[in-house]
Each structure stands twice: as C-alpha cells, then as structure tokens.
C-alpha cells in the first residue's frame, strides 16, 4: 500500500512540474508577475493612510475580506453542475473604425471590449479602461481562464487615446501583452499606488505613469477631464505575496459630464460618500460578476449589490462590466445578467448591455438585447 501510495504520489509531483515546465517554456511567465514597488513610489505607498506596516488594507469599517472553507470551495469547483462558460463562442461586434476616427466632442460614447474594458469618449477625451485583450487572464498562454469572445482593437484606435486606467494589478485587469502594444504610444497611464512597478518594468516610461493615493486627482487634455481616484473593497497581487499595490475605482469628470467607474469591489458604504461628494453621474460603469456570496462575500458585487451601488453614487444609467468574458466564479456565466435584468427592473433602474465591441452612444441608447440567452 505504502509502494503504491509513493507511486501515485511521484506521478503528481512529475506531472506538476511538467505542467510548470509547459507553462514558463511556452510564456514569459515570470515576466508576467511584474514588479515590485521600490524607492520612491514605496515610499509614497507606505505613506498611504491605508497602509499597516506591512501592506495595504481595506479601512477597518468596511470589515473583514471574508473567505470561505478551501477545502469546500474546491469540491464546489470540481463537481458543481453550473454551465460556467458559454457552449458556443459569443458573438462579438466589430469595432466601428468609421465612427471612432472621430471623437465625440459632446457627450458619452462608449464600446464595452469584455470583462472591465471599455473604450470610452467624453467630451472629446478618449480613454480606455483596465486594458485586458489577451485569450488567457493568466500567467501562462495555455492555462487558466479563456476568454468567451473573440477580441480585435486595432493599434490605430490606440494611436487615439488619451489616457488608460488602471483598477488593480489582477490578471484579469492588468495584461502584459496588451501593455506592450500600448507601450508603442505616448498614452499616459493612470494606476492605483505601486501599480506602476508593473509598468515600468514591462517598458513603459516613468513620466507616463501617474500613481494615485485614494483621494488623489490629474486633470490632462488640456484641462478637459479630471481624474480621481476613490474607494474599493478589494485586494491586489499577481503573485503569492498580497496587497503591496492598491486598488481603486475611479471619477472621471469632464465640465459637463461624468462617469463612475468601480472597478473591482465587495459592496461598501463608500459608494453614497462617493455618490454625496463627486455625484450625480450620467453612467456608471459597475462590476457584478465573478461573486460567491458563499466563499467570498465581501470581494465583488453580485448583481442586486451592483445596482445598489449604482443608485448609492447616484448615476443615471448603468453598464455592468465584469461578467460574459472569463470563467472565474463558481455561478453560471450568464447567471449575473439575468440577476442584474430582474434587481434593474424591481429598483427602477436603466441598465444597458452591448454585445462586446458595440458602439454605443449615451443620448441614443439601442433597445435591449438580452443576447446571452442565445
């Protein structure tokens, strides 16, 4: 028994470092875990009222980033019966080069790329936001979670940004690849404390990257839009170590218009002191997916919290983001959508969901399509 314990155990390790093995000849995968913060930009970050002495935490009155049983969480994973990806590839809407060679110069337009990446004009700004474009949200190119949908942003709509914002450090949010093609451009980037370690070491200059504390603003574009960078509830890492960079959600103001954007976030009552100080907002842009109310409660929003948070910083319309690209939770993919339909429809709140890749103006909203049910 001992002898065939010892074998079962030796085929484990072998195959375990096989796999390891795969994934770094075939990625540069310790290319993809960045950099840590030093100097300066640590010294800025340890500054932060948020910091402990050791890393960055949640304030105190937000509670606790509760986790539930592994063990448990892991059977759930293994043997739950949800359809957690799409059984056909989603269809996807091609970009429209045409219509994005020129900005709008008044108002919102917007085209939601998948997950928490959106390209967005206000008022003659361009921005795109937690640029991931790559099939894989992972340090490897042949495992980890795949993309649902094809994704093609051409180089000459980069060629027309004027600046990316950055949430937190995941994976998921934060691409080396896509960073590599944006470090080709003049594009200043706008991250969260110590995110721009990351950054520079993946070959974009330091006087592109602007770090922002949770309070702190930029304005740029000559003046035409502010930046601030406001609360979250949620935790940063590529690696084993955790929260040695912040994570953030973002105000984008122009003299006529704004725009929420929570990134990742538990619900927090941070959203009304958001709302009171920097609100109303003509949309907002909210994360309501890749939620377990059962393991991890307190680390992203599921859909009903989503609209609660839409109405606490007290926006007009809502674009859900986050949902309908990664397999990352333990619900079914199209779960969140249905969810966040029925909590709009009951609490009186104006939803939109593009199809990935369409242009949509904020003055001429296209009606409904609840495309995943296809």
């Keep these: 028994m001992r002898r065939i314990l010892k074998y079962f155990l030796w085929v484990f390790v072998s195959a375990a470092f096989l796999l390891f093995a795969l994934a770094f000849f075939s990625t540069d995968m310790f290319r993809q875990f960045g950099a840590k913060p030093s100097g300066a930009r640590l010294a800025k970050l340890k500054a932060s009222k948020l910091y402990d002495g050791k890393a960055l935490q949640n304030p105190s009155e937000y509670g606790p980033n509760d986790m539930g049983p592994y063990l448990a969480m892991m059977k759930d994973y293994l043997f739950g019966g949800e359809q957690r990806e799409p059984k056909k590839q989603i269809q996807t809407v091609a970009l429209d080069l045409q219509a994005l060679s020129q900005k709008k110069s008044d108002g919102i337009r917007f085209a939601w790329i998948g997950h928490s990446t959106v390209l967005l004009d206000i008022d003659g700004v361009r921005l795109l936001t937690d640029p991931m474009l790559s099939p894989r949200c992972s340090p490897s190119s042949l495992f980890g979670p795949k993309r649902f949908h094809e994704v093609k942003v051409p180089d000459e709509i980069f060629e027309t940004l004027d600046a990316v914002i950055l949430s937190h450090d995941h994976f998921d949010h934060l691409d080396l690849k896509t960073i590599e093609r944006l470090a080709d451009f003049s594009t200043p980037f706008y991250v969260p404390l110590g995110v721009g370690a990351h950054l520079e070491f993946w070959g974009i200059k330091p006087e592109r990257i602007h770090e922002h504390d949770w309070g702190d603003s930029s304005t740029f574009a000559v003046d035409r839009l502010t930046l601030i960078s406001t609360p979250a509830r949620h935790f940063s890492g590529r690696a084993i170590t955790r929260n040695q960079t912040l994570w953030s959600s973002w105000v984008i103001k122009s003299p006529s218009h704004s725009i929420y954007f929570s990134g990742d976030s538990g619900y927090h009552g941070?959203?009304?002191?958001?709302?009171?100080?920097?609100?109303?907002?003509?949309?907002?842009?909210?994360?309501?997916?890749?939620?377990?109310?059962?393991?991890?409660?307190?680390?992203?929003?599921?859909?009903?919290?989503?609209?609660?948070?839409?109405?606490?910083?007290?926006?007009?319309?809502?674009?859900?983001?986050?949902?309908?690209?990664?397999?990352?939770?333990?619900?079914?993919?199209?779960?969140?959508?249905?969810?966040?339909?029925?909590?709009?429809?009951?609490?009186?709140?104006?939803?939109?969901?593009?199809?990935?890749?369409?242009?949509?103006d904020l003055d001429l909203l296209p009606e409904q399509e609840f495309w995943w049910r296809d």
């Design 270 to 360: 941070g959203f009304r002191e958001i709302g009171a100080q920097y609100g109303p907002f003509d949309l907002s842009m909210i994360e309501m997916s890749a939620y377990s109310e059962k393991y991890w409660p307190t680390l992203h929003m599921w859909p009903e919290q989503a609209v609660q948070a839409h109405q606490d910083v007290s926006a007009e319309i809502m674009l859900p983001i986050h949902w309908g690209t990664f397999n990352l939770a333990l619900h079914a993919w199209n779960e969140p959508p249905e969810r966040l339909v029925r909590a709009a429809d009951s609490a009186g709140v104006e939803i939109v969901t593009p199809r990935p890749g369409q242009l949509v």
